[in-house]
Structures are given as C-alpha cells and as structure tokens.
C-alpha cells in the first residue's frame, strides 16, 4: 500500500518579523524543512523551531536557499558549482546544531534555488554532493520527475519525490512562476482533492488540463500559504483516512 508523509516549510519568521503559524502547523505534519538563515530565519527563530519540531516528533530537515533574505530566496542568481556545494553544507551545518542529536533527517532546497536546480542538472548535482559531504544518509526531498531526483539517484543519494498541495503545475511537471496569477492554490478542496489523486492514482492536472505522471513521497504545504493550517488539517485527516496513504513517520517506518 502506497504511503506518503506530509511536510511544509517552517521557521521562516525573522528578527521582530513572523510568518507562519508554525506551532499550530506541526501537529498535522510529519516532517519540517526548516530555513537555515539564508533566505530566512535566524539563530532564535531557528532554535525555537527545532525545539518545537522534536516536541511534535516531527522529522527535522534543512531548508536551504540562496542568501537572500531581502528577495526571501525566491530570486534567480547565477552561482557556481562549489558555491552551491558549500552554500549547502553551511546551512545544514547551522540547523544541525540545534538538534539534540546533531542530525537531520532530509534537505529540501529553497525557493529559486529548488526551481532552479529542478531543471538545471549541473546545479542540482552540486547540491546533492554538498549533501553527501556533510551526511551521506541524509534525504533529498525533490519535484518529482526533476532534475534533482537524476543528480539523487547519480550520486547514491536517498530521496522523496516531492509534490505541492497549494501550487500548480505546468506542461512539462515544474511548478507555476509565484508571479503568475495561476501558481497558488487557495481552495480547501481542490487541494485535498489534488493531494489524494496524486497518492491514490499518480497524476495530476497541470495548468492547461494536461496530466501528470508522478509517483509522490511527501507532499508540501508552503506555511506562508494563508491557509496552511486548514491545508495541512485536512490534508492530513483526508490521508488518514484513506488506509495505508499516510503515517506520521513516514522514513521511521
């Protein structure tokens, strides 16, 4: 029977400045991706989260991003192959510290730099070598069907094919441009719906009504989405249900 974990993207507040509502989040979810303090975050905010996430027995990962906390990592740069490696390994050194056992669990890049290397192999397979210096047993959660999924499977990396609660899809399975009046997903049970079919049949509708072929692992909600919590419950509860489609834990099991 097909099981999928549920994550989302938490501990993004910075400074006198909070997003998300995080605590309320992580009852629902199995597994965190948490920002490293590059495109957002910092040491309070970072500590706060993993603290809270290890309360929940929530599986904890690093959110890397491109240092960019004016754009919050969602602008394209030009990097090169070492920086993205040590761009990577910085930032999972950061959040591992605040661990009580110094592990992570998994790395899911950020923003720019995830869409980014979904379809630039050069610059995903920098970031699943960074990955394996630091921890050769840590999780790559990737888009499915994406070039980081190829760069996981080249270096021997484990990996979660990663598909979205709350965004849309084009043709060619990579996600819809933020800036594009399409790319969010704010009804309630269009996303259920979506994250269901997804589980249950593997596919999923794009933008111009084409179908999708993918094989999920864990599936996203963003926790700036307004809605996150109403997403994240439901979602939950709807895969709860259906037998076999979800647990808390999902990589414990």
């Known amino acids: 029977m097909k099981t999928v974990d549920l994550n989302c993207d938490l501990g993004e507040s910075f400074g006198a400045y909070t997003l998300g509502l995080d605590k309320d989040i992580l009852p629902y979810i199995a597994s965190a991706n948490i920002a490293c303090g590059f495109h957002a975050s910092d040491p309070m905010v970072m500590a706060h989260t993993v603290a809270e996430a290890e309360k929940n027995n929530v599986a904890i990962g690093a959110h890397p991003g491109f240092y960019d906390l004016m754009g919050f990592g969602r602008r394209n740069m030009t990097i090169s192959a070492d920086e993205a490696r040590n761009y990577i390994k910085y930032q999972i050194g950061a959040l591992s510290a605040f661990s009580k056992t110094g592990k992570l669990h998994h790395v899911k890049p950020h923003g720019a730099l995830y869409n980014m290397a979904s379809t630039d192999y050069d610059l995903a397979k920098a970031i699943c070598e960074g990955i394996r210096e630091v921890d050769d047993e840590l999780i790559l959660y990737g888009l499915a069907n994406s070039q980081l999924i190829r760069a996981a499977q080249d270096t021997g990396l484990s990996y979660a094919q990663e598909v979205f609660a709350d965004r849309n899809y084009n043709d060619d399975g990579t ?18 719906d979506r994250v269901v079919q997804m589980v249950e049949e593997g596919k999923v509708k794009s933008v111009t009504g084409k179908w999708i072929n993918l094989q999920p692992d864990t599936a996203c909600v963003h926790g700036d989405n307004p809605k996150a919590v109403q997403f994240a419950t439901r979602i939950h509860k709807a895969l709860t249900e259906k037998k076999g489609h979800y647990c808390t834990s999902y990589w414990q099991t």
């Open 175 to 192: 996600l819809v441009h933020r800036q594009h009046e399409d790319a969010l997903i704010t009804d309630e049970d269009r996303a259920v």
